[in-house]
């Protein structure tokens, strides 16, 4: 019988194949209390097993095939450390030395100890990291119970018949999973749980296979060699399709591989309008060998760098200015003379970074976060500006604040920037130019946007956090995610507001959020008179296709009458008359 189930559509396409599912990853426990003489023998079993797991994880990753994504070696020294994360260590430590519970016990325990903070956190990314952690544990106690080796994607593979197409079903997979994954016969895969950007979801976009993550139940749902579609658009998964619906999808199927092809075509065409506009395209990027990526795929520079990315994951420690400088100068190398603009770390003060501080703020979206954490702590602030302008000695560099809503905010930072310039002047250290940019991202930003252009070279319209703010919309909350709208007029109109004021006072504009990204966004944001996007790299030729066919001369009449709709939505889509409105 055929049925479907909903998930987030995190990697685009469509595959087809039959079911191969992967065991269930989660083991089961044996809970006991121990004698205290055993208390040091009990550790010293768990530091066994995080070693042997720790040894396999490098095994992996020096046998890593050339081609492997770059995001799974990152990912993998990911859990690499969260073995060695302090929190969790101590905790077992604790466990099994005061309430002398058995090892596996202790660490499961300290794990949903965890995991509860995780949950707490407001960021998507930070809070999607608990599947790390998971199965780092998980790891070790496949080891402990003397399963060491099992790998549940080999395994599936192994257990995949006949010569049809697989598709792989998981409840999660974790890095090294995605290592075997890349080198096995799957089209695609689904997994019960997982986010947008968990690590899953960031893999398959740079294999560019689809995926569809956060489908729950479905490896209680969907029995082994099912037919199964997974539709990567829509974030669907179909099982047990019935002739009709596998051959309308086998159909499309064929025709997103013809769309590829064509789009590959695009790669090197100069990203001009027909009226001779020339559009700039630019990459997001989170991780300095990314650079790679954003080259590949055709991008003239890096429109968002995530440094937060650079943060996350160490423990509470914060990285040195040396650290930061030589992945800063990572990514300005890598991109081969073209612009990088560094995004200073944007992240809240609930967040595992802060050294051990947490907020214990209701709303920590509205919280001390981005420039407000930055410039709580200046000494740390300053080390990535010095870091940031070091790597500006190697090429184009250009730094990026993200969440100002105050003047005085502003006049902090870009005196916290001289000072760090008269800093490494007094060492002696060379430093770059930069150019100086704000990101508009609330509504105080966006409806005093003419004095920010007052002190900025130039803006960038983070249009995720300026939806969340003009909506009063938590993304992270699903009771209340359905209301986060693009095409709310008011968001239309700050984001058409900015783009104007910058362009009137002759200054650099660009969106680097989601919005930039979509295809469909396009053609309006054009109309609005943007003429750089920034974006992930795998979107970049779609969004190329539509900057290729516009018309921008007949884009504006359009623009303004779909800001000026009740209902955006409905004329977005709708083709342009010869005189350049909507078709009724």
């Known amino acids: 019988m055929t049925f479907s189930i909903q998930g987030l559509a995190v990697s685009r396409g469509i595959a087809i194949g039959r079911a191969v599912l992967a065991a269930a990853s989660r083991m089961e426990v044996v809970h006991y209390f121990i004698e205290s003489v055993q208390v040091e023998a009990e550790l010293a079993r768990m530091r066994r097993a995080r070693d042997a797991v720790t040894q396999e994880l490098q095994r992996l990753q020096a046998d890593m095939p050339p081609d492997a994504p770059q995001e799974l070696a990152a990912l993998l020294d990911v859990h690499i450390l969260l073995l060695q994360d302090e929190m969790l260590i101590s905790g077992v430590r604790q466990w099994v030395s005061e309430r002398l519970y058995n090892a596996e016990w202790a660490l499961t325990t300290q794990l949903e100890l965890i995991s509860r903070q995780f949950d707490e956190m407001e960021d998507d990314y930070l809070r999607e990291r608990k599947a790390d952690l998971e199965q780092v544990v998980e790891r070790i106690l496949r080891h402990m119970r003397g399963a060491q080796g099992a790998d549940p994607v080999r395994q599936a593979a192994a257990a995949g018949v006949g010569d049809a197409a697989l598709v792989l079903v998981a409840h999660d997979l974790s890095p090294a999973d995605m290592l075997q994954f890349k080198q096995s016969v799957f089209a695609g895969?689904?997994?019960?749980?997982?986010?947008?950007t968990s690590h899953t979801a960031i893999v398959a976009r740079s294999m560019d296979i689809p995926a569809v993550v956060g489908a729950r139940g479905i490896s209680q749902?969907?029995?082994?060699?099912?037919?199964?579609?997974?539709?990567g658009d829509a974030g669907v998964v179909i099982v047990d399709?019935?002739?009709?619906?596998?051959?309308?999808?086998r159909l499309r199927q064929r025709q997103i591989a013809l769309e590829r092809e064509r789009l590959q075509r695009l790669l090197h065409m100069p990203s001009v309008t027909r009226d001779g506009q020339s559009v700039e395209l630019l990459a997001n990027i989170e991780q300095p060998q990314d650079a790679a990526a954003a080259l590949a795929a055709g991008a003239i520079g890096v429109g968002l760098f995530r440094s937060e990315f650079l943060f996350m994951d160490r423990g509470g420690r914060l990285p040195s200015e040396e650290v930061q400088y030589r992945a800063y100068r990572q990514a300005v190398e890598g991109m081969k003379g073209l612009p990088v603009t560094i995004r200073t770390v944007d992240v809240g003060a609930d967040k595992p970074l802060d050294k051990g501080h947490r907020d214990t703020s209701l709303n920590p979206a509205l919280g001390l976060r981005a420039i407000r954490w930055s410039l709580s702590d200046p000494a740390m602030f300053r080390t990535q500006l010095r870091a940031i302008l070091r790597a500006a000695a190697h090429g184009q560099v250009r730094l990026m604040f993200p969440m100002l809503a105050h003047l005085a905010e502003i006049r902090q930072t870009l005196a916290q920037v001289a000072l760090a310039r008269a800093e490494l002047d007094a060492q002696g250290i060379a430093y770059g130019p930069v150019q100086l940019g704000a990101m508009i991202e609330i509504p105080a930003a966006a409806l005093m946007v003419r004095q920010f252009l007052e002190h900025f070279d130039f803006l960038s319209i983070g249009t995720n956090d300026l939806i969340q703010y003009t909506l009063a919309i938590d993304r992270a909350d699903e009771a209340v995610a359905h209301l986060y709208d693009p095409l709310h007029p008011a968001v239309l109109q700050m984001v058409a507001d900015v783009i104007a004021a910058a362009v009137q006072a002759g200054?650099?504009?660009?969106?680097?959020?989601?919005?930039?990204?979509?295809?469909?966004m396009t053609r309006l944001l054009l109309g609005l008179g943007l003429r750089s996007f920034s974006m992930h790299p795998a979107q970049t030729l779609a969004v190329k296709q539509e900057v290729l066919r516009a018309d921008t001369r007949r884009l504006q009449l359009w623009a303004r009458q779909v800001l000026a709709a009740d209902e955006p939505a409905t004329l977005l889509a709708a083709p342009l008359m010869p005189g350049g409105l909507a078709a009724a």
Do not use: N
């Not at 895969?189 to 947008?196: L, M, N, Q, R, Y």
């Not at 749902?221 to 199964?228: A, G």
């Not at 200054?507 to 469909?520: H, I, L, Q, R, T």
């Open 221 to 231: 749902l969907v029995r082994q060699d099912d037919w199964v579609i997974i539709d």
């Open 241 to 249: 399709p019935s002739p009709l619906v596998l051959e309308e999808y």
């Open 507 to 520: 200054k650099p504009v660009c969106v680097c959020g989601e919005m930039a990204g979509d295809a469909e």
């Open 189 to 196: 895969f689904v997994t019960g749980i997982g986010g947008k």
